[in-house]
């Protein structure tokens, strides 16, 4: 597409989308509500998941179709009960003591980033939260997972059709025209943007000059001290680390074990589809050339890897692993950063595996880890004492801290823990982000606030300030 164009072409799917939105400001709550039903229902048919599923599969090569079906139940299901029932049309919030309204008002036409690694469930999920919330939204997707965009937006907006809705309140960057430089001048020409991928396009979002919701990049630490029923442990990190091949960046990519419960615990592993690989052997090498195989220093992945089952990584390799093997576990007792490849993030099943020799040790190790990759995103432990979880809550730069969880099936929220289910974890100021939070649908509001006479609340100096610091100023 020549250069000269891709502005053109975004202004005209901008203009079809105020022009539907314009319609949709006029909606009441119960028609908004009826939207927003009609498509998570309509998207949540299981074949209608597996087929998406299945057709990111396809044109990826990355992850696994039947999570990929489960990972919309989930997703689709968990966005849609959070808002069910919600105010988000006009008023929405009374304070009659201090003579305040809040009125929910929709931002306009949003501009959506969504990956390729959650390319079947992030474009209903965001959809959901623009049409919650009155908006119109416009995505642009992985090109990798372009196909499979346009196919699942085509579905909404036949959803939308059959209820009488404008279809461009939901549209989709067509793939012939999916590029790098269509994403930027839809990030340019939205009234706002929530980006969801590789830290390259979260920046571009936070540069261009829109209003931006963004994400960091996912690095997670989980830590075992050995207090909780190993097996127990070693079971959620065999699911977590080979859901959907690893395709979340929100999963475990270092587990440190505390050294009294380290051997126990990777005999639990081995029985739940782990396999180890020892520290300073042939084997590890060659992994790590097959994740890294030009220069492990500029953590530039093999894309050959990337989510694709920890069978498969062995066969790239060249290395042998048992028959059934889910996760590969990595000893690395080495140092942080470039040098040590290991210590960040590798989007598939593989995990580096550290001994700590208290926990006092695995936190000074997480802090590492943290500082080179992953910072503000999230860590686990798995623990009884809770002295532990109070620490990190307090200490550690992360927005989440998941206990006794498993990491890439709870952090993004699930049915078993309270974090809001989400496409787009904010990652706070550490991950250079605007939200600490689990975005949602309202983060896609702007509100309106009306303030009325009431009797004045000012204060005597004596309620408000101590006796001893008055007195200290005489």
Same mark, same amino acid.
């Given at each position: 597409m020549p250069e000269q164009n891709h502005g053109e072409y975004i202004a005209g799917l901008v203009a079809k989308g105020r022009a539907a939105q314009a319609v949709a400001d006029r909606y009441s709550q119960r028609r908004v509500d009826e939207l927003t039903e009609a498509v998570a229902y309509a998207l949540t048919i299981p074949d209608v998941a597996l087929r998406f599923g299945e057709m990111l599969v396809e044109e990826s090569g990355m992850g696994v179709a039947a999570h990929k079906q489960a990972k919309m139940f989930s997703k689709i299901k968990g966005a849609y009960a959070q808002m069910k029932g919600m105010p988000s049309v006009g008023l929405c919030a009374t304070d009659e003591k201090m003579g305040m309204e809040t009125y929910a008002r929709p931002m306009g036409v949003v501009g959506a980033i969504a990956p390729v690694t959650n390319g079947e469930a992030t474009p209903v999920v965001k959809a959901l939260m623009a049409l919650k919330t009155r908006n119109a939204i416009i995505i642009a997707p992985h090109p990798k997972a372009k196909n499979t965009n346009w196919a699942v937006t085509d579905e909404i907006r036949g959803v939308l059709g059959k209820y009488g809705a404008p279809e461009d309140l939901v549209q989709a960057v067509d793939p012939g025209h999916v590029s790098i430089e269509c994403s930027q001048s839809l990030m340019a020409q939205a009234d706002f943007v929530i980006a969801t991928g590789g830290t390259p396009m979260v920046r571009q979002a936070y540069s261009s000059g829109s209003p931006t919701i963004g994400v960091g990049t996912g690095n997670v630490v989980c830590i075992v001290d050995g207090s909780t029923d190993l097996d127990a442990v070693a079971d959620m990190l065999?699911?977590?680390?080979?859901?959907?091949?690893?395709?979340?960046?929100?999963?475990?990519?270092?587990?440190?074990?505390?050294?009294?419960?380290?051997?126990?615990?990777?005999?639990?592993?081995?029985?739940?589809?782990?396999?180890?690989?020892?520290?300073?052997?042939?084997?590890?090498?060659?992994?790590?050339?097959?994740?890294?195989?030009?220069?492990?220093?500029?953590?530039?992945?093999?894309?050959?890897?990337?989510?694709?089952?920890?069978?498969?990584?062995?066969?790239?390799?060249g290395i042998d692993v048992p028959a059934g093997t889910s996760i590969i576990l990595v000893e690395e007792n080495g140092g942080y950063g470039n040098d040590y490849p290991l210590t960040g993030e590798k989007l598939s099943p593989v995990a580096a595996l550290r001994r700590a020799r208290d926990f006092e040790d695995a936190v000074g190790q997480t802090l590492s880890i943290l500082e080179y990759q992953g910072k503000g995103h999230s860590i686990g432990i798995h623990t009884s004492?809770?002295?532990?979880?109070?620490?990190?809550?307090?200490?550690?730069?992360?927005?989440?801290?998941?206990?006794?969880?498993?990491?890439?099936?709870? #952090? /993004?929220? $699930? %049915? @078993?823990?309270?974090?809001?289910?989400?496409?787009?974890?904010?990652?706070?100021?550490?991950?250079? #982000? /605007?939200? $600490? %939070? @689990?975005?949602?649908?309202?983060?896609?509001?702007?509100?309106?606030?009306?303030?009325?006479?009431?009797? /004045?609340?000012?204060?005597?100096?004596?309620?408000?300030?101590?006796?001893?610091?008055?007195?200290?100023?005489?």
């Amino acid at each position: 597409m020549p250069e000269q164009n891709h502005g053109e072409y975004i202004a005209g799917l901008v203009a079809k989308g105020r022009a539907a939105q314009a319609v949709a400001d006029r909606y009441s709550q119960r028609r908004v509500d009826e939207l927003t039903e009609a498509v998570a229902y309509a998207l949540t048919i299981p074949d209608v998941a597996l087929r998406f599923g299945e057709m990111l599969v396809e044109e990826s090569g990355m992850g696994v179709a039947a999570h990929k079906q489960a990972k919309m139940f989930s997703k689709i299901k968990g966005a849609y009960a959070q808002m069910k029932g919600m105010p988000s049309v006009g008023l929405c919030a009374t304070d009659e003591k201090m003579g305040m309204e809040t009125y929910a008002r929709p931002m306009g036409v949003v501009g959506a980033i969504a990956p390729v690694t959650n390319g079947e469930a992030t474009p209903v999920v965001k959809a959901l939260m623009a049409l919650k919330t009155r908006n119109a939204i416009i995505i642009a997707p992985h090109p990798k997972a372009k196909n499979t965009n346009w196919a699942v937006t085509d579905e909404i907006r036949g959803v939308l059709g059959k209820y009488g809705a404008p279809e461009d309140l939901v549209q989709a960057v067509d793939p012939g025209h999916v590029s790098i430089e269509c994403s930027q001048s839809l990030m340019a020409q939205a009234d706002f943007v929530i980006a969801t991928g590789g830290t390259p396009m979260v920046r571009q979002a936070y540069s261009s000059g829109s209003p931006t919701i963004g994400v960091g990049t996912g690095n997670v630490v989980c830590i075992v001290d050995g207090s909780t029923d190993l097996d127990a442990v070693a079971d959620m990190l065999a699911r977590s680390k080979s859901f959907d091949n690893a395709t979340s960046c929100s999963t475990e990519n270092n587990v440190i074990v505390l050294e009294s419960a380290y051997d126990s615990f990777v005999e639990a592993v081995g029985r739940h589809g782990g396999c180890l690989i020892k520290d300073g052997s042939p084997e590890k090498e060659r992994l790590v050339r097959a994740i890294w195989p030009e220069t492990p220093k500029n953590h530039d992945l093999n894309r050959q890897i990337v989510a694709q089952s920890a069978e498969r990584i062995a066969e790239i390799a060249g290395i042998d692993v048992p028959a059934g093997t889910s996760i590969i576990l990595v000893e690395e007792n080495g140092g942080y950063g470039n040098d040590y490849p290991l210590t960040g993030e590798k989007l598939s099943p593989v995990a580096a595996l550290r001994r700590a020799r208290d926990f006092e040790d695995a936190v000074g190790q997480t802090l590492s880890i943290l500082e080179y990759q992953g910072k503000g995103h999230s860590i686990g432990i798995h623990t009884s004492d809770d002295a532990k979880v109070t620490y990190l809550g307090e200490r550690i730069p992360v927005c989440k801290v998941c206990v006794n969880l498993p990491q890439s099936l709870s #952090n /993004s929220g $699930s %049915w @078993n823990c309270g974090f809001p289910m989400s496409m787009t974890l904010g990652c706070g100021t550490w991950g250079h #982000n /605007s939200i $600490s %939070w @689990n975005a949602t649908w309202k983060d896609l509001l702007n509100f309106t606030y009306v303030a009325r006479p009431i009797p /004045s609340w000012q204060p005597a100096d004596e309620e408000l300030f101590s006796d001893e610091v008055r007195k200290a100023f005489g």
